[in-house]
């Protein structure tokens, strides 16, 4: 996978983590969710400096390891989700794309 389509889709997943966390902040959800979507999407951050720091000194293990962690971040997300029940669909929507993201961006990474 090319680095700049790397950057991409991380910044997809933070651009999905924020909607999350947007959502998050104006609704009523458990406070377990809301750490989680913060912790997604601090992770996402990460992953992005991860991303600039790599293309520097090209450290893909470094790269592969935070999206790991991002991944696990979206699981979390989900599971909180899950867990909280009765949630608003919007936020809802936006942890699920965030996880999705994540997910694809793992899985591609992966395959080299």
Known sequence: MQFSE????????EQCADEAERAVQSG?????LRQSVDAMHQ???QAQQACSSQQ??????RLRE?????EQA????MQACR?????????QQAVQRA???ASQLKKQIQMG
């Open 83 to 91: 867990k909280a029940g009765n949630v608003d669909q919007r936020v």
């Open 6 to 13: 790397v950057k991409q889709r991380i910044d997809r997943v």
């Open 56 to 61: 520097q000194q090209g450290d893909q293990s």
């Open 99 to 101: 996880h999705e993201e």
């Open 74 to 77: 979206g699981d979390r997300a």
């Open 28 to 32: 009523a959800v458990p406070n377990e």
């Open 43 to 45: 992770q996402a951050r």
């Open 66 to 70: 935070v999206v790991m962690q991002l």
